[in-house]
Each structure stands twice: as structure tokens, then as C-alpha cells.
């Protein structure tokens, strides 16, 4: 497969559903083989959790995902005139690397849908979840130093870079459930690590397996985190105003829970009347009901919330395409990119 094969014709590279179709096809067999390396019970797990098999361990034909990570990986490498085989590895490391997130995500928060299916740990209990997140961590790295020697070291420190912001965001996003005085400027910061990092990641990942020089790298890198800043906005407005057939997770369970994603961390900063009676709700110790769910919601858009940050996404999308224009990338791999910064910000969901 060619550069032109993998991000299409000029005129079809903007199609962001097409190219991720393509990087799941090529990626998949990467995880599976991965995933078959593990033992019993856990790849058992994994598989039900990748959507490959049922809560029985027989054969399913489950979603695992979008992809978007992987399409990260492979559209930053074709843009700078890689072979898709050259960046397939990567690709792989970066989705088994954010499912490891996911496993032990929906544990922290206790949900219990994702994909539109049951999470790992309301299936398997909490200890399998656990080992099969770590077993999806490890697995990761030893795809790269496996399947990518020649990449491995810049790669490993890459990801490992990746991870501790990672883990840093997530830790800061538990402690925030418990307090009261959370700022927007500390949300961010946690959305930069708990979403954009790996993101970013997975661009620079992407560069580095085209043998970029610094520079384009380091584009790459920001365009990435500025679209995982995006993504995390999107994602916190879904959460509160979304539809749970459509997203496959429960519309206000982080507002049940008192979490301070960016819309409500905006709408608190406001100072506002509608701002104070929504700190008075989350000041609650007890999870909210079905209808304070509602008066929350309500809430966070009186006070701007809502409005803050879908043009806050919409900033940060500008932004990382600027730093497309200074990378140096093909016309078709910016039009790919393009398009999933689109789809990413949820202009084409």
C-alpha cells in the first residue's frame, strides 16, 4: 500500500470516516496478534473487550472503537512520506496503550457501559480488569520492540512520556471529584494529560516513524495536543448533552458524580447565580438524582458553560491546524489530517 492508497486521491482525503476505516483494517491484525500472545483468562478479557468475542468467550463482531489514535499514527506518517508498514506497529501500541486507559478508566468511575456494551470490570470484576488493563500496557511496549526495533528507543520514550501525563491527568481528575475549589486553569491542565497527551503522542509517534526531522515532530506533537484538548471538550459536552445510543456511555453520569469536566469547571468560574446554585449542588456528598441531573445541566448553560467550550474546541482546532501549515506535510496527508481534526472536534459526527 502507498501514500496515495492509504490517505486516498486529493479529492477524496477529506473523507475522515474512509480513513479510519482504512487504519482499522490495517491495524487489527496488529492487535489481534498481539492480543493472542496473552494467557488465558486474561486474553479472554481483552478479546471481550476489543468486541472480537461475547461474555462467554465465543466469537463476536463487537467495535473496538474508531481508531482515531491509530489513524493519528498512520495519517502523521504518510503526511511526511512514510509506508504504511513503516508506521503499523506504532499505530497498534498507541490503541492497545489507550484501551489500557479505558479498562481501568471505567473501573476508577464505575461505569458500567462503553462501546454500547457492558465495561470489563461489571462483567469480569474488578481484579481481572486491573490485570488485563496492565497486560494491554505491556503488550504495547513489546509491540514496538518487537515490530519496530529500529524505532524502539524514541518511540518508548515517547509513549513513556505520553503515560506519566496520562496517568498524572487521571490522578488529578479523581482528586477533583472531592474538592470544591477546582479552577479552570487546573482542569485544562488535566485534560492535557488525562486526553491530549496520548494524542499527541500518537502524531509524534507518527512523525518519528517517517524519520522527521525535530521540527516537524514537534508540529506534529502540538497539533495533536491541541486536537486532544479539543477532543476532551467535545467529549465532556457529549457527556452532559449527548444521547447514549449515539456515544455507547450514560449521558450524566460524570454529573451524578460531581466531576468537574470543563463545561462545569467554566460555568463555576462564571461567579454567576445560575454558577452558585450549581456549586451548592455539587457541594452535595451524595450522588445527584435523575432530575438535579437535569438542573445541573440546565445549570452550567445559564452560566455559560456550554457556550465556553464549544468555542473553546473551535480555538483549539484553529490552532493545530496552524501548526499543520509550518510541518511540511504532502497536500493530500494536510487534507487527511484536516479531516480528522474535523471529525475529532465533532464537525463531522
Known amino acids: 500500500m502507498t501514500a496515495t492508497d492509504f490517505l486516498g486521491p486529493a479529492s477524496h482525503a477529506a473523507d475522515a470516516w474512509q ?6 483494517k490495517l491495524t487489527e491484525p496488529e492487535l489481534r496478534r498481539a492480543v493472542d500472545r496473552l494467557a488465558e483468562p486474561v486474553r479472554s478479557v481483552v478479546a471481550y473487550h476489543f468486541g472480537w468475542s461475547d461474555e462467554a468467550g465465543l466469537p463476536a463482531d463487537g467495535d473496538w472503537g474508531k481508531g482515531v489514535r491509530s489513524a493519528l499514527v498512520l495519517a502523521s506518517a504518510q503526511a511526511l512520506g512514510a ?13 492497545l496503550i489507550h484501551n489500557f486507559s479505558v479498562v481501568h478508566d471505567d473501573l476508577m468511575d464505575g461505569d458500567v457501559l462503553r462501546r454500547g456494551r457492558r465495561t470489563v470490570w461489571s462483567v469480569f470484576g474488578d481484579a481481572q480488569a486491573v490485570l488485563s488493563g496492565d497486560a494491554l500496557l505491556v503488550i504495547a511496549l513489546d509491540v514496538i520492540a518487537e515490530r519496530s526495533p529500529e524505532l524502539c528507543l524514541d518511540a518508548v520514550r515517547e509513549l513513556c512520556g505520553a503515560l506519566l501525563e496520562l496517568v498524572a491527568g487521571q490522578s488529578a481528575d479523581l482528586s477533583f471529584e472531592t474538592r470544591t475549589d477546582v479552577s479552570l486553569d487546573e482542569c485544562l491542565r488535566m485534560a492535557a494529560g488525562k486526553t491530549a497527551a496520548l494524542l499527541a503522542g500518537s502524531c509524534a509517534l507518527g512523525a518519528l516513524a517517517a524519520d522527521a526531522d525535530d521540527r516537524q515532530v514537534r508540529c506534529l506533537r502540538e497539533f495533536g495536543h ?7 471538550l467535545v467529549d465532556d459536552l457529549l457527556g452532559i448533552w449527548g444521547d447514549t445510543s449515539a456515544t455507547g456511555k450514560p449521558v450524566g453520569a460524570d454529573l451524578r458524580r460531581h466531576k468537574k469536566s470543563l463545561p462545569v469547571a467554566a460555568a463555576l468560574s462564571t461567579g454567576t447565580a445560575p454558577a452558585n446554585r450549581l456549586a451548592a449542588l455539587y457541594r452535595r456528598t451524595d450522588p445527584l438524582s435523575d432530575n438535579e441531573i437535569r438542573e445541573a445541566a440546565y445549570l452550567i448553560e445559564e452560566a455559560g458553560g456550554r457556550r465556553w467550550a464549544q468555542e473553546e474546541a473551535d ?18 496527508g494536510f487534507r487527511a489530517l484536516t479531516s480528522l481534526a474535523d471529525l475529532i472536534t465533532g464537525r463531522q459526527m
Open 19 to 24: 480513513l479510519l476505516e482504512r487504519s482499522r
Open 83 to 95: 509506508r504504511p508498514e513503516q508506521a503499523v506497529a506504532p499505530a497498534a501500541a498507541v490503541e
Open 226 to 232: 491541541r486536537i486532544g484538548i479539543a477532543f476532551q
Open 315 to 332: 480555538r483549539q482546532r484553529s490552532a493545530a491546524i496552524d501548526c499543520l501549515t509550518t510541518a511540511d506535510l504532502t497536500a493530500d
